[in-house]
């Protein structure tokens, strides 16, 4: 289609009132009501008119849309629909987009947008961006996400579908999610390769149902072996699986510890309320070979007091897969790493005379009304006494069980019953 003469200038456009407004090669410029401006192309293609928007005034200057109008021509003169056209280069340009987005720009662009601002729990945010993150999918998260498939989703989960089943169930879901969404923005085709209803049930076991409140725990007397193994390994992951099981600690609790909860001089780390589980403070003795282990990781600190003390790749703590993956390389994965604190306990039990209020203090369960009292003091002496024994244990020193301690913990004398009393009222208070 030939141009002709043009009629509009940029004075007439920026003055011109309402209406439909030709500037001459069928190019218009429409006026609302509102005096909003914006260009049109009206042409007849197989009998059919329409109409092509080529965008608002002065975002596309009249010079602009002249040459959008003709371009527009010459498909016509082509046979080309033009509008027809446009969208296949969006789309085309969409998909050289989905090209370029990997897995690990996708999944964190769309959490922060949509799952985060729906999740009231600092932790689950955490849990969230921790397994879509380098820990679990690092071999997800640089690969273009219109190109995940099946192989790449059963390489990410069967190392740890049945190491950790929960977590692993929770990844899958996770995944999932992430490709759901890249599909409904059109930067994926296909089925879902992390369904796994009709798909990857149909690759990967059945998850074993967890049973609820138990740990699978290693058995007190193949510890000391696995502590030599673990001796031999020059990592700070495997540093922090000692330190946990020196301190008969939760993982989450030694994994967090940072230096200002650390005194050395008293050998005592304080792990603060926010951090424990019951929300109270939590003193834990330092044992010979805790300390050796917090020796070794001066060299990752320093001046400032309050980094952690095992630090992960980013200002996050480690991550607990660490862990699991730390395991899995040893072939030892067949329990959790808070099994060990069963194991604590277990050694407590049948290898010492250790009352029980005291092994109990060691792990910061809740007590009783009377072993509560006992309790104001938190057995800080005692709990180190113990913790050594488990320590001498641990390096398989020969002596390491501990027969006796405080045996008149176990009951309370006569003389000490008004006391206990007058504390017992106090905590009721």
């Not at 002709?4 to 069928?26: E, F, I, S």
């Not at 922060?112 to 955490?126: F, G, N, T």
């Not at 000391?224 to 193994?229: D, G, N, T």
Request: aromatic share 6%; with cysteine; glycine share 6%.
């Amino acid at each position: 289609m030939a141009q002709g003469k043009h009629l509009l200038n940029n004075r007439l456009v920026q003055t011109l009132g309402p209406g439909r407004h030709a500037d001459g090669g069928n190019l218009y410029l429409i006026v609302d009501e509102s005096c909003s401006r914006r260009w049109m192309m009206r042409y007849q293609l197989g009998g059919r008119r329409r109409e092509m928007g080529l965008g608002g005034y002065p975002a596309v200057s009249l010079a602009g849309a002249r040459v959008e109008a003709h371009r527009a021509s010459e498909l016509l003169a082509k046979g080309i629909d033009p509008i027809s056209n446009r969208k296949s280069e969006a789309a085309a340009q969409q998909a050289a987009v989905a090209g370029m987005e990997t897995f690990g720009s996708f999944a964190d662009r769309w959490f922060a947008e949509k799952m985060e601002p729906q999740l009231q729990s600092e932790k689950h945010k955490y849990q969230w961006k921790q397994t879509l993150g380098d820990s679990y999918c690092a071999s997800l998260r640089k690969k273009p996400i219109s190109e995940v498939n099946t192989d790449d989703v059963v390489a990410v989960l069967k190392p740890i579908w049945l190491v950790v089943p929960e977590t692993a169930k929770r990844l899958r879901g996770r995944i999932e999610a992430v490709l759901g969404a890249a599909k409904a923005q059109r930067l994926r085709s296909g089925e879902n390769p992390a369904q796994w209803r009709g798909h990857l049930s149909h690759m990967l076991s059945k998850s074993p149902k967890l049973t609820r409140g138990h740990h699978k725990a290693l058995s007190w007397e193949k510890v000391p072996a696995l502590m030599a193994r673990l001796r031999g390994r020059e990592a700070i992951a495997s540093d922090a699986l000692q330190f946990i099981i020196l301190t008969a600690s939760r993982p989450g609790e030694a994994l967090g510890a940072r230096w200002s909860e650390i005194d050395l001089k008293r050998k005592i780390w304080t792990v603060p309320a926010k951090r424990m589980k019951k929300r109270k403070e939590h003193r834990v003795p330092l044992t010979t070979s805790a300390l050796a282990v917090l020796e070794r990781m001066k060299q990752y600190r320093s001046d400032d007091g309050d980094q952690l003390v095992f630090p992960g790749d980013t200002e996050r703590p480690m991550s607990p897969a660490t862990l699991v993956r730390l395991r899995v390389r040893m072939k030892e994965p067949h329990y959790t790493t808070h099994g060990f604190r069963s194991s604590f306990r277990d050694w407590a039990a049948e290898a010492t005379h250790v009352p029980r209020e005291v092994a109990e203090g060691c792990l910061a369960h809740e007590l009783g009304d009377t072993e509560r009292a006992y309790q104001r003091a938190d057995f800080l002496e005692r709990k180190r006494s113990l913790l050594q024994g488990w320590d001498n244990h641990c390096a398989a020193i020969e002596g390491a069980n501990v027969h006796v301690l405080h045996p008149a913990l176990s009951q309370p004398t006569p003389a000490a019953a008004p006391a206990i009393s007058q504390q017992l009222a106090s905590l009721a208070n």
